[in-house]
């Protein structure tokens, strides 16, 4: 990111957690720190369909480590996903190595943004009493998964709005594109992959991880790039 962009990201970002904001300050905040990396994104795809050195389709691996590493694969895969990259998993010892698959800047952002999350997810896993008579790890995950579902879905529409924004009919056509980029180097690196099976949760604490992911500041506090390779990564509490 830019300097001058890094610098409104990480304003907005303070200003979000101040304990002195209202919910609905702290909100807002926040809206417009992901709609700034959001507009990044569409910026640097509409610059890189000038010009394809500028941001050249790439991949890193990032470790997922236990207690909880399905759930922060899957929380890594709602954050890769709307921001147009890919991300294959594979078992690495008691965790997981996610290969992540994307054009640079989206790498980037994915980085920064599941960094900060993991965080915020275990944060608010700390803050959030297990209901009695309710197995922790069943709940954990719920709520993990809540939190990410919400975390998609919120990634998407500011997605969805910076490209609406931008007002140009090549628009779609250059994110559709890149898409495609990605979904084929994919295809080259993994011929046979086949998707993963729908988990079932027992635990009830979905909804109380929705309502997190709701409050998640979809930004990191230091959003800059990272050189590629493995990035060993914690989470929530045990």
């Not at 929380?75 to 992540?100: I, N, Q």
């Not at 939190?147 to 709005?161: H, K, P, T, Y």
């Not at 990605?182 to 979905?206: D, H, I, N």
């Not at 992911?213 to 990191?220: F, K, Q």
């Amino acid at each position: 990111m830019s300097e001058a962009m890094l610098s409104k990201v990480r304003k907005l970002l303070a200003q979000a957690e101040d304990p002195a904001c209202t919910p609905a300050e702290s909100a807002a905040f926040t809206a417009k720190a992901t709609e700034l990396i959001a507009r990044y994104g569409v910026d640097r795809a509409l610059l890189a369909a000038r010009d394809p050195t500028t941001d050249p389709v790439g991949d890193r691996v990032v470790d997922v480590v236990a207690p909880y590493a399905r759930d922060k694969a899957g929380l890594l895969a709602a954050v890769a996903d709307p921001l147009r990259c890919r991300c294959v998993r594979r078992p690495a010892g008691s965790g997981f190595a996610l290969h992540l698959f994307g054009f640079a800047s989206d790498l980037e952002r994915v980085d920064l943004l599941f960094t900060s999350l993991l965080v915020q997810a275990a944060h608010g896993l700390a803050g959030t009493a297990v209901p009695p008579g309710e197995q922790p790890a069943a709940f954990r995950r719920s709520w993990l998964a809540g939190f990410a579902r919400v975390v998609a879905e919120r990634l998407r529409a500011a997605e969805a709005g910076a490209a609406v924004e931008r007002d140009a009919p090549s628009v779609a056509l250059v994110l559709a594109d890149r898409s495609d980029r990605v979904a084929r180097r994919v295809a080259e690196v993994y011929p046979r992959l086949r998707t993963a099976p729908t988990r079932r949760l027992a635990g009830s604490g979905f909804g109380a991880g929705a309502a997190a992911g709701h409050r998640a500041d979809l930004g990191g506090p230091d959003p800059v790039g990272r050189p590629t390779g493995r990035t060993p990564l914690r989470g929530p509490p045990r």
